[in-house]
């Protein structure tokens, strides 16, 4: 009788086959069995038919080799129905499992022998291992995966609660063949086996033990695992962990184990659910029975973690399959925004940027940045542009992202982020403003000036007062760090006095807020007629319709971009002359709806002022963007047919239904009478609309970039700046169609 069998399924595998075997039959400790196991030769339109590579290798080693004993299983059993064939063979005192193109490394089994010496008896010594990528050339790298508090003889399991093994693949260890016979254990069938072995060993062993040295090197491929891959054997997951939770439950496992073994056990669930694309449609599905399966198995005293991971596990306990699709959607926004934000991670820019620190800031230079280096654009553009007439000796750059350098102006000096010179011009301007927030690893310097200008006066919650609302909070992060970034400030910009107000609350600090309007909509009082229609003209709105507006917001409850609304149905309704220009949020690079000549996507235009501009009507939701518009005196309507869930899951500073600009639909068909009779247009819509300017286009009077520039660039005191101009003696630039003005 050996002292190891070790068992090597081979499906798929047989390019990497040979040096598989040769990396078992090399071994300096030689009483071993090696059982490669085969496709069965009858199975049709498999490769392991009597003249297929894997089975001229193996043939080809155990002519040479009496330890090699190939056994066959059907394909359609999988690699536990090969792993279950092989064991069925084995005469070995111990069992090893290892992959067709994986490779035990030279002297593992001496390692392992001596190692089961020291702790006699044991069910199962656990392993480290070592993973390769696919490609050739790269090191190893060791992988540490076993508990560093584990005890250094045998112990049982209730010593080391946390190995249950669950999160350790099947070949980093080796298993007593008489504790597998006498437990009946065999490897669940289908998908994730791996998984419900693991369950069921953990629920058997009395005595484990370790070995801290690599014994296998764990060669990924390139197509990488298919348990990762779409499909529906993504729902055989849940079939594991039930059955692993189960046999704990048969077993009378004690809590505290079963606590561990339970939360091991929804991590890959929980990630699984994070991807949405691997379920192939059957998301909804696989959430729900798996918060059955939560529920049915939560063992009695098990706390959630903390964070943005303790909220999946709330959600999933109470089934809360929107909240939890919403939280995922969410973060995967801010992910992308956060990757276009990067930090001085590499050793040489650490050093460049360390060194720019230390020579003295430059007063004549201020860095400028819009939407995580979007583009040219918002109160950022506008303050440059200001700031080149009135304050020329400064030096001012404009960061952007390497694919939006070509959208900006000529004439503008421009860095790329994450450039050489990017840090550099960080670490060494007097003046940075940003509608978000600069890097993280951008340092306050003292003497330097940092103006938040905001991008948008708030309905929705921001800041600290998203804590409340679970989606939002996972999507933000560390609110540690946002008021840390919070505390650079040294100006907050302001369009109102509510902007003013919910600033404080979701932003506290100790900057000081400018009340000054927003510099981005100062053209809303100085553009002409002829600009009108010039923007008209670019954006191929015909001579004479009504351009209506489509601005949807991004909605934290949805995956992707969701228009709400079927343009082409709203086109025909609303009337013959309407043409819909529609712009999605900047989060979308497009509004994924195609254009026709009654529908023109304006999502990818640089200038939202401009499209704002060119439309005769707004109809928006829940956008920011109303209350800039708002300034144009033109009429607004609210399409609100999800107001419910997005005040809900979003959460607002006031009710927008009491105190909307205009009329308010609830339906398409609601929004296509309110065009179709005028009423978009009224003496009542009129009425609304003042109300909405007098409280909020209180400081949006054409001057706004003025007074930013002369008190922050300049140092003017706030007495020597421009008054604000009265709401009732502005005057907007002027649309293209005769309207009433309230």
């Known amino acids: 009788m050996p002292r190891f069998s070790i068992i090597v399924p081979s499906h798929g595998v047989s390019g990497r086959l040979p040096e598989t075997m040769d990396s078992v039959l090399s071994q300096s400790f030689g009483d071993l069995e090696l059982i490669p196991v085969l496709d069965s030769p009858d199975t049709p339109d498999t490769p392991d038919s009597p003249d297929s590579p894997a089975a001229t290798v193996t043939d080809a080693r155990a002519e040479r080799d009496r330890r090699v004993r190939p056994v066959h299983s059907p394909a359609a059993a999988g690699l536990s129905g090969a792993r279950n064939a092989g064991l069925l063979a084995a005469t070995g005192d111990y069992v090893l499992f290892l992959d067709g193109d994986d490779l035990l490394l030279p002297g593992a089994l001496a390692a392992l022998d001596q190692r089961l010496a020291e702790t006699p008896g044991v069910d199962v010594l656990h392993a480290e291992y070592e993973r390769v990528p696919w490609w050739e050339g790269k090191p190893a790298v060791a992988v540490k995966p076993l508990p560093a508090k584990a005890p250094q003889g045998a112990f049982t399991?209730?010593?080391?609660?946390?190995?249950?093994?669950?999160?350790?693949?099947?070949?980093?260890?080796?298993?007593?063949?008489?504790?597998?016979?006498?437990?009946?254990?065999?490897?669940?069938?289908?998908?994730f086996t791996d998984l419900g072995w693991a369950g069921l060993i953990t629920a058997a062993a009395g005595r484990l033990a370790v070995l801290r040295r690599p014994i296998v090197r764990h060669r990924a491929r390139r197509q990488g695992s298919r348990l990762n891959?779409?499909?529906?054997?993504?729902?055989?997951?849940?079939?594991?962990?039930?059955?692993?939770?189960?046999?704990?439950?048969?077993?009378?496992?004690?809590?505290?184990?079963?606590?561990?073994?339970?939360?091991?056990?929804?991590?890959?669930?929980?990630?699984?659910?994070?991807?949405?694309?691997?379920?192939?449609?059957?998301?909804?599905?696989?959430?729900?029975?798996?918060?059955?399966?939560?529920?049915?198995?939560?063992?009695?005293?098990?706390?959630?973690?903390?964070?943005?991971?303790g909220l999946q596990h709330r959600l999933l306990a109470s089934g809360a399959y929107t909240a939890f699709r919403a939280l995922r959607a969410a973060s995967r926004v801010t992910t992308g925004a956060k990757a276009r934000?990067?930090?001085?991670?590499?050793?040489?820019?650490?050093?460049?940027?360390a060194r720019a620190l230390r020579r003295p800031v430059d007063p004549d230079l201020a860095v400028f940045c819009a939407y995580w280096g979007r583009g040219y654009t918002c109160n950022p553009a506008a303050i440059h542009?200001?700031?080149?007439?009135?304050?020329?000796?400064?030096?001012?750059?404009?960061?952007?992202?390497?694919?939006?350098?070509?959208?900006?102006?000529?004439?503008?000096?421009h860095v790329v982020i994450g450039s050489s010179r990017y840090w550099e011009v960080l670490a060494s301007a007097k003046y940075l403003i940003n509608n978000a927030n600069f890097a993280e690893g951008v340092v306050k310097r003292p003497g330097s000036v940092?103006?938040?200008?905001?991008?948008?006066?708030?309905?929705?919650?921001?800041?600290?007062?998203?804590?409340?609302?679970?989606?939002?909070a996972a999507r933000s992060g560390s609110f540690t760090k946002l008021l840390s970034r919070v505390d650079r400030w040294d100006f907050n910009l302001s369009s109102n006095r509510h902007s003013t107000q919910m600033w404080e609350r979701a932003f506290p600090g100790s900057y000081e807020a400018l009340e000054y309007g927003y510099p981005r909509n100062d053209v809303y009082c100085t553009a002409t007629a002829a600009d009108v229609a010039r923007v008209r003209r670019e954006l191929g709105v015909p001579e004479g319709a009504t351009a209506?507006?489509?601005?949807?917001?991004?909605?934290?409850?949805?995956?992707?971009?969701?228009?709400?609304?079927?343009?082409?149905?709203?086109?025909?309704?609303?009337?013959?002359?309407?043409?819909?220009?529609?712009?999605?949020?900047?989060?979308?690079?497009?509004?994924?709806?195609?254009?026709?000549?009654?529908?023109?996507?304006?999502?990818?235009?640089?200038?939202?002022?401009d499209v704002c501009l060119a439309a005769d009507v707004l109809v928006t939701d829940y956008s920011s963007i109303m209350f800039d518009y708002a300034n144009l005196d033109r009429p607004i309507v609210v399409f609100a047919d999800d107001w419910e869930v997005?005040?809900?899951?979003?959460?607002?500073?006031?009710?927008?239904?009491?105190?909307?600009?205009?009329?308010?639909?609830?339906?398409?068909?609601?929004?296509?009478?309110?065009?179709?009779?005028?009423?978009?247009?009224?003496?009542?819509?009129?009425?609304?609309?003042?109300?909405?300017?007098?409280?909020?286009?209180?400081?949006?009077?054409?001057?706004?970039?003025?007074?930013?520039?002369?008190?922050?660039?300049?140092?003017e005191p706030p007495e020597a700046l421009p008054p604000v101009v009265p709401l009732a003696e502005r005057v907007p630039a002027p649309a293209a169609a005769t309207l009433v003005r309230s």
Not at 268 to 274: N, R
Not at 590 to 608: C, F, K, N, P, Q
């Open 341 to 353: 934000v990067p930090r001085p991670r590499m050793l040489r820019t650490r050093l460049r940027y």
């Open 450 to 472: 940092h103006l938040q200008t905001q991008h948008g006066t708030p309905l929705k919650k921001m800041g600290v007062d998203q804590s409340t609302y679970p989606v939002v």
């Open 548 to 609: 209506v507006l489509y601005a949807p917001t991004y909605r934290d409850h949805a995956t992707g971009f969701e228009s709400g609304l079927d343009l082409a149905e709203f086109v025909e309704a609303a009337g013959d002359d309407v043409v819909v220009l529609l712009r999605a949020h900047y989060f979308y690079d497009e509004g994924l709806v195609r254009s026709s000549d009654r529908i023109i996507d304006v999502t990818a235009h640089r200038s939202a002022e």
């Open 646 to 715: 997005y005040r809900e899951t979003r959460g607002v500073y006031f009710d927008l239904m009491a105190e909307a600009p205009g009329p308010v639909a609830r339906t398409a068909e609601e929004l296509a009478r309110i065009f179709r009779d005028g009423v978009y247009r009224d003496e009542e819509s009129t009425v609304r609309r003042a109300a909405f300017r007098e409280r909020f286009c209180e400081f949006d009077d054409g001057h706004a970039a003025e007074r930013v520039v002369r008190r922050v660039l300049l140092g």
């Open 157 to 191: 399991p209730g010593e080391a609660p946390e190995l249950t093994g669950v999160q350790l693949p099947a070949w980093s260890a080796v298993y007593r063949r008489g504790f597998l016979i006498e437990n009946e254990l065999s490897f669940p069938e289908g998908h």
């Open 229 to 309: 891959m779409p499909g529906p054997h993504q729902h055989e997951l849940l079939d594991q962990v039930d059955l692993a939770l189960s046999r704990a439950t048969e077993c009378r496992l004690p809590a505290e184990r079963v606590r561990v073994l339970f939360d091991q056990l929804f991590a890959p669930v929980l990630k699984t659910l994070s991807r949405p694309e691997r379920l192939a449609g059957g998301h909804r599905a696989f959430f729900r029975r798996a918060s059955e399966l939560y529920r049915k198995h939560r063992p009695a005293g098990f706390r959630t973690p903390g964070g943005s991971l």
């Open 385 to 413: 542009a200001k700031a080149r007439e009135l304050a020329p000796h400064i030096e001012s750059v404009f960061l952007v992202t390497a694919d939006q350098a070509h959208t900006v102006p000529a004439d503008v000096d």
